[in-house]
């Protein structure tokens, strides 16, 4: 004969059940502990006889406790606030049966325990903020150290949207970057600043290996938001007195990042980027501007002149990228060389053209074809 069914018990009855009062109270003492993450996931795993994980929303483990003894189940740490929804990390437990209901419990109180954590983080920061401001103003008499620093900035890829909300929202975003950042360094065991400074967030941090460190750090940001974050990191200098300096590179770096979701270091980033972005060669880019557009084609041979520069195969391989015939690709190439006067064997002219399209930035559309 089935068992009958268990009748859901109302709150009030739940609540009166033995233990639910320690219970609780145990959880609360946890989260409000130094450590609330690692005490977290003690108490946990010492309940259950299972395992507790706690995890960063860029990956990182904060806390871990025990050994598992049933199927890891992982619950995904966020709130909503006025600027959406905001991941801060994830909880994984691995417990017997018979404690598979305490779970959302327990990620309620692990979320508490990761805001504990960064309203802590969030207080730190403040301090830190006042000695980068210092550093990065000219102003820190005194707070000067030797040893070697580093410094990235990271910037959305989107400005806010017009109206306070938004502008408040994107102050908000970049502030949770920050501490993201912080927090990163943090569990590396590496003494870091961080701010925001416009609309940038700014890390000044004491670096063991900088490559490693700056594609981390850009992994951590990525991971931690949905917004396109692009970072750019200075080389190592020895000592906070040259965090000015650090500041010029990363800013240097950060403009030369293409990519929507990608960092730069400032050793790293294309040796041409300062002629480019300095207008150097804007007498170049107008010459071949002009011979193109001469053509009065709308467009077209210089878009193939284009794809021709980026591409190293074979021409007929090319031909059938771009969707014309490849003797529609050797006549248009053809009538490239004689507006620009010279061959596209000639290692000087294509050279030439390399930075003048570089110079000019995005290629403009070409005619539809007919």
Same mark, same amino acid.
């Given at each position: 004969m089935?068992?009958?069914?268990?009748?859901e018990?109302?709150?009030?009855?739940?609540?009166?059940l033995?233990?639910?009062?320690?219970?609780?109270?145990?959880?609360?003492? =946890?989260v409000? #502990?130094?450590?609330?993450?690692?005490?977290l996931a003690a108490?946990l795993?010492?309940l259950?006889?299972g395992?507790?994980?706690?995890?960063?929303?860029?990956?990182?483990?904060?806390?871990?406790?025990g050994?598992a003894?049933?199927?890891?189940?992982?619950?995904r740490?966020s709130?909503g606030? =006025?600027?959406?929804?905001?991941?801060?990390g994830?909880?994984t437990l691995?417990?017997?049966?018979?404690?598979?209901a305490?779970?959302?419990? =327990?990620?309620?109180?692990?979320l508490?325990?990761?805001?504990?954590?960064?309203?802590?983080g969030a207080?730190?920061?403040r301090?830190?903020?006042?000695?980068?401001d210092?550093l990065?103003?000219?102003?820190?008499e005194?707070?000067e150290?030797s040893?070697?620093?580093?410094?990235?900035?990271a910037?959305?890829?989107?400005p806010?949207?017009?109206g306070?909300?938004?502008?408040?929202?994107?102050a908000?975003?970049?502030d949770?970057l920050?501490?993201?950042?912080?927090?990163?360094?943090?569990e590396r065991?590496?003494?870091a600043?961080?701010?925001v400074?416009?609309?940038?967030?700014v890390?000044?941090w004491?670096?063991?290996d900088l490559?490693r460190?700056?594609?981390?750090?850009?992994?951590?940001?990525?991971?931690?938001?949905?917004q396109?974050?692009?970072?750019?990191?200075?080389?190592?200098?020895?000592g906070t007195r040259?965090a000015r300096?650090a500041?010029?590179?990363?800013?240097?770096?950060?403009?030369?990042t293409?990519?929507?979701?990608?960092?730069?270091?400032?050793?790293a980033m294309?040796?041409? +980027?300062?002629?480019?972005?300095?207008?150097?060669l804007?007498?170049l880019?107008?010459?071949?501007?002009a011979r193109l557009?001469?053509?009065?084609?709308? #467009?077209?041979?210089?878009?193939?002149l284009r794809? +021709?520069?980026?591409?190293?195969?074979?021409?007929?391989d090319?031909?059938?990228?771009?969707?014309?015939?490849v003797?529609?690709?050797? +006549?248009?190439?053809?009538?490239?060389?004689?507006?620009l006067?010279g061959?596209?064997h000639?290692p000087a002219?294509?050279?030439r053209l390399?930075?003048a399209?570089?110079?000019?930035?995005?290629?403009?559309?070409p005619?539809?074809?007919r």
């Amino acid at each position: 004969m089935p068992a009958s069914p268990t009748p859901e018990l109302p709150d009030a009855a739940l609540l009166a059940l033995p233990g639910v009062a320690a219970l609780l109270a145990a959880l609360r003492g =946890a989260v409000a #502990g130094a450590q609330p993450e690692r005490e977290l996931a003690a108490l946990l795993a010492r309940l259950t006889g299972g395992s507790a994980e706690i995890r960063a929303s860029w990956g990182d483990v904060v806390a871990s406790a025990g050994r598992a003894a049933g199927p890891p189940v992982t619950l995904r740490l966020s709130y909503g606030d =006025a600027s959406g929804e905001r991941h801060v990390g994830t909880l994984t437990l691995a417990v017997p049966e018979a404690w598979a209901a305490l779970a959302p419990v =327990a990620a309620e109180y692990a979320l508490l325990a990761r805001l504990q954590s960064a309203a802590a983080g969030a207080a730190r920061r403040r301090v830190g903020e006042r000695t980068l401001d210092a550093l990065l103003s000219g102003t820190a008499e005194g707070l000067e150290g030797s040893e070697p620093i580093a410094l990235a900035l990271a910037a959305f890829v989107h400005p806010p949207a017009p109206g306070a909300l938004a502008r408040q929202a994107h102050a908000h975003a970049l502030d949770v970057l920050a501490a993201v950042g912080e927090g990163y360094f943090l569990e590396r065991g590496l003494a870091a600043h961080s701010t925001v400074r416009g609309e940038r967030a700014v890390w000044l941090w004491h670096p063991a290996d900088l490559e490693r460190e700056a594609r981390d750090l850009h992994a951590a940001l990525t991971a931690s938001t949905a917004q396109d974050v692009r970072l750019g990191v200075s080389g190592t200098h020895p000592g906070t007195r040259h965090a000015r300096a650090a500041e010029r590179e990363a800013r240097h770096a950060l403009a030369a990042t293409r990519q929507k979701r990608a960092f730069t270091t400032y050793h790293a980033m294309d040796p041409l +980027y300062a002629l480019l972005a300095g207008g150097g060669l804007s007498t170049l880019r107008d010459q071949v501007r002009a011979r193109l557009t001469g053509l009065g084609d709308g #467009g077209r041979v210089e878009a193939t002149l284009r794809a +021709y520069l980026g591409f190293s195969g074979p021409l007929p391989d090319l031909a059938r990228r771009l969707n014309i015939h490849v003797n529609t690709l050797r +006549y248009r190439l053809r009538r490239a060389e004689e507006a620009l006067g010279g061959s596209l064997h000639d290692p000087a002219l294509l050279a030439r053209l390399y930075l003048a399209f570089e110079a000019e930035g995005e290629a403009p559309a070409p005619a539809p074809e007919r």
